[in-house]
């Protein structure tokens, strides 16, 4: 596979009916760089951790010329105007980059399952080498993986969901916020009437969990929101 050949695509298949076309954007030694030709989203990888990704089948290779007609040129009203930046948004990126980091680890050193046993000794070994004291939970990088193979390989996927609001509690690690969105959006998909306690009680028996895991492999554990900035993140739903 030459990286350097200007018709190269690479092609990742993520149904019958659906795929993602990416070209080489940037080879720097062992550095590539694969833009999404739809999406215009850069993905960094280490070139034999892509040539393991074609040799085992999750990327095959095609000519420019196979590409689908309408992804050979982008109509210019596609085209957005950058807005400022808020301080959210610089926060945002980066805890986007962070996961970026594990995921695409992950995928990179080909890891044979999203299980526990394959995802705690990488985890342990990925926040060393990218000096994170508050790495994810096994269940959290399957979580991320999944979202992001789903999205088409968009690093956007891997954005927070929730926005900043006046109540927010900064201080909260990005790992409960996210555990609060999870359980917020499984409880009100399952009830019509909100019990904020019963939310409340649900999301400490998760963070419990969480924590239990946390500790045994030997991280800090993860400190609960108060009952009030529970009940203020339900009522802005």
């Known amino acids: 596979?030459?990286?350097?050949?200007?018709?190269l695509i690479l092609v990742k298949r993520l149904s019958e009916h659906s795929c993602s076309y990416f070209a080489v954007e940037s080879v720097a030694g062992t550095d590539v760089v694969l833009t999404d030709i739809e999406s215009g989203g850069r993905f960094n990888f280490e070139k034999p951790g892509l040539e393991q990704l074609v040799s085992n089948?999750?990327?095959r290779t095609i000519a420019r010329r196979e590409l689908p007609t309408k992804l050979t040129f982008k109509p210019l009203s596609n085209v957005k105007k950058l807005k400022a930046e808020t301080a959210e948004d610089v926060a945002?990126?980066?805890e986007m980059q962070r996961r970026y980091k594990y995921v695409q680890g992950a995928i990179e050193q080909s890891v044979p399952a999203y299980t526990e046993k394959w995802l705690t000794p990488f985890i342990t070994q990925k926040s060393v080498e990218i000096n994170d004291n508050s790495p994810p939970s096994w269940r959290t990088l399957a979580h991320?993986?999944?979202?992001?193979?789903?999205s088409g390989w968009d690093k956007n996927a891997l954005m927070p969901r929730h926005k900043a609001k006046g109540n927010r509690t900064k201080q909260l690690p990005q790992?409960?916020?996210?555990l609060i969105d999870d359980v917020i959006n499984e409880y009100l998909r399952t009830h019509t009437v909100v019990r904020y306690q019963k939310v409340y009680d649900l999301f400490l028996e998760q963070l419990e969990k969480l924590n239990a895991e946390r500790r045994g492999e030997g991280f800090i554990e993860l400190k609960p929101c108060s009952y009030r900035w529970m009940v203020n993140r339900l009522q802005s739903r």
């Open 1 to 7: 596979m030459d990286l350097q050949d200007p018709d």
């Open 57 to 59: 089948g999750q990327l």
């Open 92 to 94: 945002s990126k980066k």
């Open 144 to 150: 991320w993986n999944k979202a992001f193979v789903e």
């Open 175 to 178: 790992e409960v916020h996210d």
